[in-house]
Antibody, heavy 125, light 107 residues
């Protein structure tokens, strides 16, 4: 069964840091780009970051650039999001999602077709 | 950054009716557009990619169209489970921006 399970969320004070994890199973993790998407309470979806299948390319939304780092360990089938200097506006549900699949070296995008259940991050003093 | 604008913010439709949702990009995204459905307390679900290709298991009452900067998601014969929030997302640019969402509610 194809599955993504996030963990690592919690309550953290402003200015502190947190690392989220996303454990993948049921598919060849190393063939897929992976994304983080967040959703503040009562708000819409905000794309946060993407990492290529081999970790060689990473891109961030402006709100994450310079503070967040996306990474992956293909030997552990796990995606990470290191979040530093957290602010109140970072309070959200954080989802990991599966992106483009690489076939013979060429990425094929079919949307974010698998999502985790999310992990909640609350930044509060 | 490509800005995605969805309209309307809320759409009131009777069960069995038709819903037409719009999504506009601030610059051309070709046909690199996806649609998602999200229900309260759930993760989003992929409906459409490539502007018009239904994802696996998505009923035929959902259809997508458009290219460039103007896109439409149509839902015919609305079922009770279709009342939800719908988001578009472009993937023409590495910064994969979402629209702000359209809520489809019961009229």
């Amino acid at each position: 069964q194809v599955q993504l399970v996030e963990s690592g969320g919690g309550v953290v004070q402003p200015g502190r840091y947190l690392r989220l994890s996303c454990a993948a199973s049921g598919f060849t993790f190393s063939n897929y780009a992976m994304h983080w998407v967040r959703q503040a309470p009562g708000k819409g979806l905000e794309w946060v970051a993407v990492i290529s299948y081999d970790g060689s390319h990473r891109y961030y939304a402006g709100s994450a650039e310079g503070r967040f780092t996306i990474s992956r360990d293909n030997s552990k089938n796990t995606l990470y999001l290191q979040m530093n200097i957290l602010g109140i506006n970072d309070t959200a549900m954080y989802y990991c999602a599966r992106g483009a699949v690489v076939v013979d070296g060429t990425p094929h995008w079919h949307g974010l077709d698998v999502w985790g259940q999310g992990t909640t991050v609350t930044v509060s003093s | 950054e490509v800005v995605m604008t969805q309209s309307p913010a809320t759409l009131s439709v009777s069960p069995g009716g038709r819903a037409t949702l719009s999504c506009r990009a601030s610059q051309s995204v070709n046909n690199n557009l996806a649609w998602y459905q999200q229900k309260p307390g759930q993760a989003p679900r992929l409906l459409i990619y490539g502007a018009s290709t239904r994802a696996t298991g998505i009923p035929a009452r959902f259809s997508g169209s458009g290219s460039g900067t103007e896109f439409t998601l149509s839902i015919i014969s609305l079922q009770s489970e279709d009342f939800a929030v719908y988001y578009c997302q472009q993937y023409n640019d590495w910064l994969r921006t979402f629209g702000q969402g359209t809520k489809v509610e019961v009229k």
